[in-house]
């Protein structure tokens, strides 16, 4: 009949057995009363490691270049608020609908449908 009818249906067998599925992991419950003390003893151990931390660390130095490169920056970034502070939102739709009329309309997409 047809070239396909000696071929065996059916989904794929698959090496290696049956599927094995994990099992979930059941968590475990502290009674109320060890909750409030190991969350004390959290609290008093955290403050003792900051504490400790805090002396040990200090802040690194940062170069002579560093700074001037951060003064630089901010400087900028206070400009650039400053100018568009000045401006209302009507301003700077006007501006870039007056910059979208400069550029060719080469990139422009090209109108789809009736109209």
């Known amino acids: ?13 698959l090496k290696g057995g049956g599927i094995t599925k994990k099992k979930k992991k059941t968590k475990k419950t ?13 609290s008093r151990e955290e403050s003792v490691v900051s504490g400790s ?6 802040a690194p130095k ?9 003064e630089i920056q901010r400087r900028r970034l206070d400009k650039k608020l400053g100018e ?22 080469h990139n422009d997409m090209p109108k789809i449908g009736p109209g």
């Open 1 to 13: 009949m047809s070239d396909y009818s000696a071929v065996a249906g059916g989904s794929l067998k």
């Open 53 to 58: 931390e805090a002396g040990s660390r200090s």
């Open 30 to 42: 502290i009674p109320p009363v060890d909750r409030e003390d190991s969350n004390e003893q959290r």
């Open 62 to 70: 940062r170069t002579e270049a560093e700074l001037k490169f951060e």
């Open 84 to 105: 568009k502070a000045r401006q209302t939102h009507a301003e700077r739709v006007a501006d870039l609908n007056a910059k979208l009329d400069r550029l060719s309309e």
